[in-house]
């Protein structure tokens, strides 16, 4: 089955500085990959999310790239803000599935000191 | 518009005790969902379903039970709890197999 794997496992940045989160996945029939942040106390909230027949998307100041060969996406945030402080979390889908669950990595806690 | 709605928030469970975690949807969505979520390790899917009347095993089933006898709500059930049930708790929903999922809020849940 499909195993995801994240790093780095915590990330600490100072305001205005850019954050980067890795993700790799193993299996090659995945084509959707969503981002999800997560604030303390709520549940995860989709922020951008990649199919494979793209390898790049972006929304203002969060990117996420895909690299379908070597089977690994990224998120891009750039010009960090305190806000965007919570748990982001990768996963990905399989396109042959009809069942729609998503496998998850382990999660990002960043830090954006001000 | 409410959403993933969960209940309890926050529950505590003594070892052997029963209970089920609710779960409802109003946005018509046919899979639904639930996962668990330990410290460090991601969210693991405890079982979803496809529509009402479906159900099925996903990574880590073992211990718990789910019913689906309306497009609305999917119920956890915990039989005998246990200390490694200790987590939280998240209902999610999508309107499709290729549609955003969106989560509840949560269920903290906590056995001693």
């Known amino acids: 089955g499909e195993n995801v794997e994240q790093h780095p496992s915590t990330l600490s940045v100072q305001e205005g500085d850019s954050a980067v989160i890795k993700c790799t996945y193993s299996d090659s029939a995945s084509n959707y990959f969503p981002w999800y942040k997560q604030e303390l106390g709520k549940g995860p909230q989709l922020i951008i999310d990649?199919?494979?027949?793209?390898g790049e998307k972006k929304d203002q100041r969060i990117a996420v790239t895909l690299n379908k060969t070597a089977k690994h996406f990224s998120l891009h945030i750039t010009e960090t803000q305190p806000e965007d402080s919570a748990v982001y979390f990768c996963?990905?889908?399989?396109?042959?599935?009809?069942?729609?669950?998503?496998?998850f990595g382990q999660g990002t806690t960043l830090q954006v000191k001000p | 518009n409410a959403g993933v709605t969960q209940t309890p928030k926050f529950r505590i469970l003594k070892i052997g005790q029963s209970m089920t975690l609710q779960c409802t949807q109003d946005?018509?969505?046919?899979?639904m969902y639930w996962y668990r979520q330990d410290p460090g390790m991601g969210l693991k899917l405890i079982y979803y379903s496809v529509g009402a009347g479906i159900t099925d095993k996903g990574e880590v089933p073992n211990g718990y039970n789910v019913s689906r006898s309306t497009t609305e709500d999917f119920p956890l059930r915990l039989e005998l709890a246990a200390p490694s049930q200790t987590s939280v708790y998240f209902c999610?929903?999508?309107?499709?197999?290729?549609?955003?999922?969106?989560f509840g809020e949560g269920s903290w849940l906590t056995v001693v």
């Open positions: 990649i199919r494979s027949n793209v």
């Open positions: 999610a929903s999508s309107l499709s197999s290729g549609n955003t999922i969106y």
């Open positions: 946005m018509n969505h046919n899979y």
């Open positions: 996963a990905a889908r399989r396109g042959s599935s009809n069942t729609g669950k998503l496998i």
